[in-house]
């Protein structure tokens, strides 16, 4: 069964504003389980929308077990976005459209502000399908009950066109033209050849299929969950899913299948054609633009067409465990935090932070004074919560004469990060935080920097090293990198992690670079957590700023 049905974030995108220890899973015996990252009471999950001024989180989830399987569309509500109610189930398997599962999808807002649903079913050929859902009772603002279309499938696999049944899922939110149809795309792939196939209709329910695809690319594979939005050029703010203008770009998301990443593109979107033009070509899968570096999968966006004006993205974080350490903790996958996402002013890339929600669960603030950080050094944060923390430190580099040279063939960051991890003394780095360490440091998790120099400028590398997280090596020790655009010049390089006992969510040069770690440590937990800022490099750095807080648990169903 293909792992697009963990397609995530069945995010109804709506913001409807339109548009291993292995433990037995008991409730005093779970040093994993996060405290503020949304996740179920129990199972596993994968995937919000504003409706009168509550915001609905819709989720992949199986209610008979902590693994893939029994699909059905979870519940839960938000006044904001921090602490979540849980409901019964909005959609489950009850017409043949559907009967095998309800898989990802995406909410759009129609006119009068009724919300809408379309998402993936399997039908009893175990064909994907698409249908469409509506709530029951408008004047409820919890949308607890939802009532499917007597019309499904609106749109099934077109076979002359050679589409396979198993590769066509997961619809995005719906867009208006300025013909005054409504479109959305689909997630396909014909060989290995990835596409976003447009359909396009007046009334929402009867569907048909463009002639071209919205975008494809040869040899990207399975597209799943794709996300196309337009974002202002040159501002922070979001704008709703049908604008287009002068002022904006677009953008095109892909889950690929194969690499299990999320990668975007930024172009432009030609109406007349109904075609995407990205900037700087096609996808594949060692495409420099994703949202997330480490484990970050099958997300969605929402606008939130409030007094903030933001687009929100959500992101699903799998487990790095076995799957029968899954099954003895009783749970499987998270949510990562709300972030806030924009286009850099530089229009290259989109920039990423947490909602601004997330800091009403700070307590007791530590700061620490500005300082010279030698190289060899490992600096204590002491007075805070280190299994559950927010962290900023920026640093400033000033013996930057220091930094290795760049070898050309260095193009890939995450090998590059592999192979130069935190226990490697160079030049300018490394240098960053001990997340989730013990006290002798025999665990940690490393989030840092190292400089290069190449050519007449610097490289900035932000690195997760997962390599000494756990004494447990049967999970997965991937280390995470990714390149950051900023000059160590003229700026400061910032570090914000947010950790919550098996997560560590890391943000670079302000939102330019983000990279999501789940780590088990078997030392490292609770109360024996600690927090360190180090340096591995000979160079000394500057520590400009350095601010944590203890982070409340939040309210998770």
């Known amino acids: 069964m ?78 904001d976005l921090v602490n979540w109610t849980p409901h019964e189930a909005a959609i489950y398997p009850s017409q043949p459209s559907d009967i095998n599962g309800c898989w990802s999808g995406s909410a759009t807002i129609l006119p009068k502000g009724r919300p809408v649903i379309l998402y993936t079913g399997i039908d009893p050929n175990n064909h994907q399908v698409q249908n469409l859902a509506m709530p029951k009772n408008l004047s409820d603002p919890f949308l607890r009950e939802w009532v499917k279309s007597h019309d499904n499938p609106l ?36 060989n290995q050849k990835g596409l976003a196939i447009l359909y396009k209709s007046k009334d929402f329910v009867h569907w048909e299929e463009a002639k071209n695809p919205l975008y494809s690319s040869k040899n990207s594979g399975m597209w799943e969950c794709p996300d196309f939005y337009p974002v202002l050029i040159k501002s922070q703010l979001g704008i709703d899913t049908s604008i287009d203008g002068p002022n904006t770009n677009h953008v095109l998301k892909v889950s690929l299948d194969d690499t299990k990443h999320d990668y975007y593109k930024i172009g432009s979107y030609n109406q007349d054609k109904d075609i995407f033009i990205p900037d700087n070509g096609p996808f594949h899968k060692n ?87 030698k190289g060899g050094s490992v600096l204590e944060v002491s007075g805070v919560t280190a299994a559950q923390a927010d962290v900023i430190i920026t640093f400033e580099i000033s013996e930057l004469s220091k930094a290795e040279v760049l070898d050309p063939s260095w193009t890939d960051p995450q ?92 943000f670079g040069g302000e939102g330019k670079a983000c990279i999501t770690a789940r780590v088990y440590p078997t030392l490292a937990t609770d109360a024996e957590a600690h927090l360190y800022a180090f340096n591995n490099g000979t160079g000394n750095v500057v520590i400009t700023t350095l601010s944590a807080w203890s982070m409340k648990k939040a309210q998770i169903n």
């Open 2 to 79: 293909a792992l697009s049905s963990k397609c995530l974030l069945l995010f109804i995108s709506l913001l409807l504003g339109y548009g291993v220890l292995q433990l037995e899973a008991t409730a005093d015996n779970q040093p994993y389980r996060t405290s503020y990252h949304f996740q179920p009471p129990k199972n596993w999950m994968n995937g919000p929308m504003l409706y009168k001024g509550i915001y609905h989180l819709f989720f992949q989830y199986n209610p008979k077990g902590a693994i893939w399987g029994n699909i059905v569309w979870g519940h839960s509500t938000s006044t």
């Open 155 to 190: 749109m099934a696999p077109n076979f002359y066109n050679k589409i396979n049944s198993s590769s066509f899922r997961d619809p995005t939110t719906g867009w208006l033209g300025r013909d005054g149809y409504w479109r959305v795309i689909i997630g396909n792939k014909i």
């Open 287 to 373: 495409s420099r633009l994703r949202y997330d570096y480490g484990k970050f999968y099958a997300s969605k966006t929402f606008f939130e067409g409030n007094s903030k004006h933001r687009r929100i993205l959500w992101g699903w974080v799998n487990e790095s465990s076995s799957v029968e350490n899954d099954i003895k903790k009783g749970w499987s996958g998270v949510q990562a935090i709300p972030r806030s996402i924009w286009l850099d002013n530089s229009g290259k890339q989109l920039v990423q932070w947490p909602i601004k929600e997330i800091e009403t669960l700070r307590l007791k603030e530590v700061n620490l004074p500005k300082q010279v950080l």
């Open 415 to 506: 090998l590059l990060c592999s192979r130069k991890g935190a226990s490697v003394k160079g030049g300018i780095g490394p240098f960053g935080l001990l997340v989730l360490a013990s006290k002798g440091l025999q665990e940690y998790t490393a989030v840092f920097y190292r400089i290069f120099k190449s050519h007449s400028k610097y490289v900035v590398l932000m690195c997760s090293d997962q390599s000494r997280s756990s004494f447990n090596h049967e999970n997965d020790e991937t280390t995470y990198g990714a390149f950051v655009d900023v000059d160590p010049v003229h700026e400061k390089l910032s570090l914000r992690s947010l950790i919550d006992h098996s997560i560590v969510e890391s």
